[in-house]
């Protein structure tokens, strides 16, 4: 996966104006996809026949089905900064970059398209911008300024959908990052007063913090027409979610990587240790106390002797 799109911003470059997020060397890759018959079905329900949908759509739009991917290489960075773009007195970047196109995604086999092509990013202003946007494909470009005040974008759009006699909606396009919300691009919902025999189109477009596209969607009737989406998207969008995963597991195996050998050592000490044999504490033996009963005394001297004793212990008189 190319990460490049994803760290540029990383790299400084002081000669370049606000409005250019890209850098000479960038390889940016977008997976595609394209679906005819959507746009087919359009045409079918606007009263056209099979045949003249499908050529109206072959000549109008000439998606390639086959497409599954393209790859933008930036060879260079333009110095002019004080061009005018359609004499609007609006600045703008030239740069020059390579075009490749692959059928298959998996292998990434590139065919170079175009070669030292050239193209700009101007200076963010509504007028130019909303001149860019098709009402139900929203804004298709591989660059922006990354300052695009997407809010005023979208609430000029749909005066565009009123003075066309079109219905529809646009609004600026939002998504959470890390606990914040963060404008990123612009999202339509479009059909038109004219005929009530057609379908709703609708799009999406959202770009990275230095303008680059990041994903883009165009359908009609909820079938996608086109599908773009940059390579390391999910990554993009959600680092900060993955990084913040990422560090709660590798602080969840520390933890019971550490029990688990506590725990073994413990064993092992027990294991080791000779067992304890428990200590009862002494009783005194017991003497049977003699009673009175059993005993008398000598009449000569006095000292005391057991009964059935025949001669004194003490002085040896008879005792009988």
């Not at 999202?187 to 799009?203: A, G, L, Q």
């Not at 599908?227 to 019971?256: D, H, M, T």
């Not at 050592?265 to 003497?287: L, M, T």
Request: with cysteine; hydrophobic share 35%; net charge negative.
């Amino acid at each position: 996966m190319s990460l490049l799109p994803l760290i540029n911003y990383v790299v400084a470059d002081d000669d370049k104006p606000s409005y250019c997020g890209i850098n000479e060397g960038d390889n940016y890759i977008w997976k595609t996809e394209f679906d005819k018959d959507p746009l087919e079905d359009y045409y079918e329900d606007l009263g056209y026949s099979e045949a003249q949908a499908e050529n109206l759509t072959n000549i109008i739009w000439g998606l390639d089905e086959d497409l599954e991917g393209w790859r933008i290489y930036i060879l260079q960075i333009k110095d002019e900064k004080d061009f005018d773009y359609k004499n609007d007195e609006i600045d703008y970047v030239p740069y020059l970059y390579n075009l490749y196109e692959t059928e298959d995604w998996e292998e990434k086999d590139w065919d170079r398209e175009e070669h030292n092509e050239r193209g700009i990013i101007p200076e963010y202003d509504d007028d130019l911008y909303l001149a860019n946007t098709y009402w139900h494909m929203g804004l298709f470009k591989w660059f922006v300024d990354p300052k695009t005040d997407w809010d005023e974008l979208a609430d000029n759009l749909e005066e565009e959908f009123e003075d066309y006699n079109e219905e529809g909606d646009a609004d600026d396009e939002e998504r959470i990052y890390f606990f914040m919300e963060e404008e990123c691009g612009i999202s339509t919902e479009w059909e038109t007063k004219e005929t009530s025999k057609t379908e709703e189109f609708e799009s999406e477009s959202r770009y990275t913090r230095e303008g680059v596209l990041l994903y883009y969607e165009f359908s009609y009737d909820g079938d996608t027409i086109i599908k773009i989406e940059l390579e390391g998207a999910y990554f993009y969008e959600n680092w900060w979610w993955i990084l913040l995963i990422s560090i709660i597991a590798i602080v969840g195996i520390v933890i019971a990587v550490t029990v688990v050998i506590i725990v073994k050592r413990k064993r092992k000490v027990e294991k080791i240790a000779p067992p304890e044999v428990s200590k009862k504490p002494k009783v005194p033996a017991q003497h049977p106390v003699e009673s009175p009963t059993d005993v008398k005394f000598c009449p000569m001297c006095g000292k005391q002797t057991k009964v059935g004793t025949l001669f004194c212990t003490g002085c040896g008189a008879s005792l009988d």
